[in-house]
C-alpha cells in the first residue's frame, strides 16, 4: 500500500490545509478550479446560496450565447464570479431531473482559490445553459466530521463526489468526506424537500477505515430496481468497487455497517496495478432489461476514461464485451469514452468519472473535461449516449449543444471525416506515471459517393439510417456507427454530421464531417 500511495503522491495546484498523501491520492479532488458560466440571472436575483448567509453580487442580465463558452477561464477565478460559474469548474457531476430543470451537485473545487467547502449546484433547463445555484452545505457536515474524528483523523477541507436521487417526495443527496487518515472516509446522507435544499444530515451509509480488505468510502452510486430495492456502489482503487444494500425507507446501509461485497476489479502488470478505479455510475435501461455500471480507470487529469459493463442481476455479475466478469484481476471494456483530440484543437483530457441519466427515452453521460492546453481547469461536458442493438451505450464524439437532429440522408452521408479510434496502452501507475493524456488523435476518412472508402473498392460502406455500416477488406472487418447530428465545437460550427460505435472487438470508434 506505502509503495503504490507514494507513486501517486503529485502537488496539485492548491489543496486543503488537511490534506496528506492519502488525500493525494484521490483523484477526483486535487485540481482546484473556479470558472466562468455565462451570466443567466436577473440583476440583484438572490439565489439557494443565500441560505448559509451569503450574498450574489448585483449583476445584469446578459443572453446566452454558446460561442463563448471556452476551454479556460482564468480571467474570471476571483471568488467574487461565483454566479457565473455555469459549465466551468465542474468536477465528478452527478444529474438528475425535477420538473422542467435538470440538476448537476459535483465537488467542491476551484481554480486558484481556497476551496469552499459544501458541494456544488447548478441548474438547466436544456443541458447547455447552466445556472449556478450555490452549495448544499456551508461546510463540512457535522456527521460526517464526526465520524471521521471518532477514528482519529481530521476532515478533509471539501467534500467530493456527491450523488443525488429522489425517493417518493424526499431528494436524497450523499456525499464523499476523505480525511488525514488514509482509507477513514465515509459517505455521508443529507435530505431535502426541494433539489435546492434546504438540506438536514441523515446519518453516515457507508464508512471504511485503513485496516483490512475493503475500499476507499467515496464515489457512490444508487441503483434502484423496477421492485423498489435499493444498492449503492462505491469505492476508489484499492481493492476495488463494492456493492451494499440500502434500507429503501432510510437510505443508509441495510446492516449497519456492513460496507458490501467486491464487485469490480482492475488488472496488474509486473505486480502494480494499471491505474485507479473509481467513480462508478449504475442506471437500469428498461427496455434492454439490463443494469449498466460505468466506472472511471487511470489518472483523472490526463488518462481518465470510461468503462462499462453489464448485467440482467442487479447484484451482477457485471460482464464486460467480451462476457467476462467485471470482478476478474484484469483490465476490461469497451471503453467508450477517453481523452481525444480533433484536428486543429489542443485536445480534451480527464473526460472521466461519468453521470449517466436520461430524459425523456434519451440517456445522456455527463463528466468532466479537461482542455490539454491547460490541465488544471474543469469544464462540465454532457453527450448523447447510442444504443446498438447489441445492447452496448456508445457515446456521441461531441458535446450536446441542444442541435435538431434532423435525419442524415444517404446523399448526405458522402464527404471527409475526421476518424478518431478510441485507443488504449496500459501505464501502469497513477499520476506520477500516467502524465501522457494518451489522446486518441484524428485523422482523415473519405466516404466516397460510389460506396467506396478513401477510393478503395476492398473497403465500403452501407446506409441503413440511422446505422452506418464500414466494411474493411471485402467485409472482414465491420464497423457499425450510429449517426446523428451535433455541433462541431473545435470549430465553433452549430451542426454537423457525427457518428459513434464499435468496431467487432468492441473498440470505440467516431466520425466527425468536416
Same mark, same amino acid.
Request: proline share 5%; aromatic share 14%.
Given at each position: 500500500?506505502?509503495?503504490?500511495?507514494?507513486?501517486?503522491?503529485?502537488?496539485?495546484?492548491?489543496?486543503?490545509?488537511?490534506?496528506?498523501?492519502?488525500?493525494?491520492?484521490?483523484?477526483?479532488?486535487?485540481?482546484?478550479?473556479?470558472?466562468?458560466?455565462?451570466?443567466?440571472?436577473?440583476?440583484?436575483?438572490?439565489?439557494?446560496?443565500?441560505?448559509?448567509?451569503?450574498?450574489?453580487?448585483?449583476?445584469?442580465?446578459?443572453?446566452?450565447?454558446?460561442?463563448?463558452?471556452?476551454?479556460?477561464?482564468?480571467?474570471?477565478?476571483?471568488?467574487?464570479?461565483?454566479?457565473?460559474?455555469?459549465?466551468?469548474?465542474?468536477?465528478?457531476?452527478?444529474?438528475?431531473?425535477?420538473?422542467?430543470?435538470?440538476?448537476?451537485?459535483?465537488?467542491?473545487?476551484?481554480?486558484?482559490?481556497?476551496?469552499?467547502?459544501?458541494?456544488?449546484?447548478?441548474?438547466?433547463?436544456?443541458?447547455?445553459?447552466?445556472?449556478?445555484?450555490?452549495?448544499?452545505?456551508?461546510?463540512?457536515?457535522?456527521?460526517?466530521?464526526?465520524?471521521?474524528?471518532?477514528?482519529?483523523?481530521?476532515?478533509?477541507?471539501?467534500?467530493?463526489?456527491?450523488?443525488?436521487?429522489?425517493?417518493?417526495?424526499?431528494?436524497?443527496?450523499?456525499?464523499?468526506?476523505?480525511?488525514?487518515?488514509?482509507?477513514?472516509?465515509?459517505?455521508?446522507?443529507?435530505?431535502?424537500?426541494?433539489?435546492?435544499?434546504?438540506?438536514?444530515?441523515?446519518?453516515?451509509?457507508?464508512?471504511?477505515?485503513?485496516? @483490512?480488505? &475493503?475500499?476507499? =468510502?467515496?464515489?457512490?452510486?444508487?441503483? $434502484?430496481?423496477?421492485?423498489?430495492? /435499493? %444498492?449503492? +456502489?462505491?469505492?476508489?482503487?484499492?481493492?476495488?468497487?463494492?456493492?451494499?444494500?440500502?434500507?429503501?425507507?432510510?437510505?443508509?446501509?441495510?446492516?449497519?455497517?456492513?460496507?458490501?461485497?467486491?464487485?469490480?476489479?482492475?488488472?496488474?502488470?509486473?505486480?502494480?496495478?494499471?491505474?485507479?478505479?473509481?467513480?462508478?455510475?449504475?442506471?437500469?435501461?428498461?427496455?434492454?432489461?439490463?443494469?449498466?455500471?460505468?466506472?472511471?480507470?487511470?489518472?483523472?487529469?490526463?488518462?481518465?476514461?470510461?468503462?462499462?459493463?453489464?448485467?440482467?442481476?442487479?447484484?451482477?455479475?457485471?460482464?464486460?464485451?467480451?462476457?467476462?466478469?467485471?470482478?476478474?484481476?484484469?483490465?476490461?471494456?469497451?471503453?467508450?469514452?477517453?481523452?481525444?483530440?480533433?484536428? @486543429?484543437? &489542443?485536445?480534451? =483530457?480527464?473526460?472521466?468519472?461519468?453521470? $449517466?441519466?436520461?430524459?425523456?427515452? /434519451? %440517456?445522456? +453521460?455527463?463528466?468532466?473535461?479537461?482542455?490539454?492546453?491547460?490541465?488544471?481547469?474543469?469544464?462540465?461536458?454532457?453527450?448523447?449516449?447510442?444504443?446498438?442493438?447489441?445492447?452496448?451505450?456508445?457515446?456521441?464524439?461531441?458535446?450536446?449543444?441542444?442541435?435538431?437532429?434532423?435525419?442524415?440522408?444517404?446523399?448526405?452521408?458522402?464527404?471527409?471525416?475526421?476518424?478518431?479510434?478510441?485507443?488504449?496502452?496500459?501505464?501502469?501507475?497513477?499520476?506520477?506515471?500516467?502524465?501522457?493524456?494518451?489522446?486518441?488523435?484524428?485523422?482523415?476518412?473519405?466516404?466516397?459517393?460510389?460506396?467506396?472508402?478513401?477510393?478503395?473498392?476492398?473497403?465500403?460502406?452501407?446506409?441503413?439510417?440511422?446505422?452506418?455500416?464500414?466494411?474493411?477488406?471485402?467485409?472482414?472487418?465491420?464497423?457499425?456507427?450510429?449517426?446523428?447530428?451535433?455541433?462541431?465545437?473545435?470549430?465553433?460550427? /452549430?451542426?454537423? +454530421?457525427?457518428?459513434?460505435?464499435?468496431?467487432?472487438?468492441?473498440?470505440?470508434?467516431?466520425?466527425?464531417?468536416?
Amino acid at each position: 500500500m506505502v509503495g503504490r500511495l507514494a507513486s501517486r503522491t503529485r502537488t496539485p495546484l492548491i489543496t486543503s490545509n488537511n490534506q496528506t498523501d492519502m488525500n493525494l491520492f484521490k483523484p477526483t479532488m486535487f485540481w482546484l478550479g473556479i470558472a466562468l458560466a455565462l451570466p443567466f440571472y436577473a440583476c440583484k436575483k438572490e439565489n439557494a446560496f443565500d441560505k448559509l448567509g451569503n450574498t450574489v453580487p448585483a449583476h445584469a442580465d446578459v443572453a446566452f450565447n454558446i460561442n463563448t463558452i471556452n476551454d479556460t477561464y482564468a480571467d474570471v477565478a476571483a471568488a467574487q464570479y461565483s454566479y457565473m460559474w455555469g459549465v466551468y469548474n465542474v468536477h465528478d457531476p452527478s444529474i438528475f431531473k425535477s420538473g422542467d430543470w435538470f440538476y448537476c451537485y459535483s465537488t467542491d473545487a476551484g481554480y486558484g482559490i481556497a476551496v469552499r467547502p459544501g458541494i456544488q449546484i447548478r441548474k438547466s433547463k436544456d443541458l447547455v445553459n447552466w445556472q449556478f445555484v450555490g452549495w448544499v452545505f456551508g461546510g463540512i457536515p457535522n456527521m460526517g466530521n464526526n465520524y471521521i474524528k471518532q477514528n482519529g483523523a481530521t476532515s478533509n477541507d471539501g467534500l467530493w463526489a456527491p450523488y443525488i436521487l429522489k425517493v417518493g417526495s424526499e431528494y436524497r443527496l450523499y456525499y464523499s468526506l476523505a480525511s488525514t487518515g488514509f482509507r477513514i472516509s465515509c459517505i455521508g446522507l443529507a435530505t431535502a424537500s426541494s433539489p435546492e435544499g434546504p438540506w438536514t444530515e441523515k446519518g453516515i451509509a457507508v464508512s471504511s477505515v485503513t485496516a @483490512g480488505a &475493503g475500499t476507499n =468510502a467515496i464515489d457512490p452510486t444508487v441503483m $434502484v430496481t423496477p421492485a423498489g430495492e /435499493q %444498492y449503492m +456502489i462505491y469505492g476508489s482503487s484499492w481493492d476495488g468497487l463494492f456493492q451494499v444494500q440500502l434500507n429503501p425507507a432510510t437510505g443508509l446501509a441495510n446492516i449497519a455497517g456492513d460496507r458490501g461485497k467486491r464487485i469490480v476489479r482492475r488488472g496488474r502488470t509486473g505486480g502494480n496495478y494499471n491505474g485507479n478505479l473509481e467513480g462508478p455510475e449504475v442506471i437500469y435501461n428498461a427496455e434492454q432489461k439490463m443494469y449498466y455500471l460505468f466506472v472511471a480507470y487511470d489518472w483523472l487529469a490526463t488518462k481518465y476514461n470510461v468503462r462499462v459493463f453489464r448485467s440482467a442481476s442487479p447484484t451482477g455479475p457485471f460482464l464486460d464485451w467480451n462476457g467476462r466478469s467485471a470482478d476478474l484481476q484484469e483490465d476490461h471494456g469497451p471503453m467508450i469514452l477517453a481523452p481525444y483530440k480533433f484536428m @486543429g484543437h &489542443g485536445g480534451w =483530457a480527464g473526460v472521466s468519472h461519468p453521470a $449517466v441519466f436520461q430524459d425523456k427515452g /434519451q %440517456y445522456y +453521460i455527463a463528466t468532466q473535461g479537461r482542455p490539454g492546453v491547460d490541465l488544471n481547469f474543469m469544464v462540465l461536458h454532457v453527450r448523447k449516449i447510442f444504443w446498438t442493438p447489441e445492447g452496448w451505450p456508445s457515446v456521441s464524439p461531441e458535446r450536446y449543444a441542444n442541435v435538431p437532429d434532423d435525419a442524415v440522408s444517404k446523399e448526405q452521408i458522402n464527404g471527409d471525416y475526421e476518424q478518431i479510434v478510441l485507443g488504449y496502452v496500459t501505464v501502469p501507475g497513477y499520476g506520477a506515471e500516467q502524465t501522457d493524456p494518451q489522446y486518441s488523435v484524428a485523422g482523415k476518412t473519405t466516404l466516397n459517393a460510389d460506396g467506396k472508402i478513401n477510393g478503395d473498392a476492398n473497403n465500403t460502406w452501407a446506409y441503413n439510417a440511422p446505422w452506418l455500416e464500414l466494411r474493411w477488406a471485402g467485409g472482414l472487418f465491420v464497423d457499425k456507427l450510429h449517426v446523428s447530428r451535433e455541433r462541431d465545437w473545435e470549430n465553433k460550427k /452549430q451542426s454537423t +454530421i457525427v457518428m459513434s460505435g464499435f468496431n467487432g472487438a468492441g473498440t470505440a470508434i467516431w466520425f466527425k464531417k468536416m
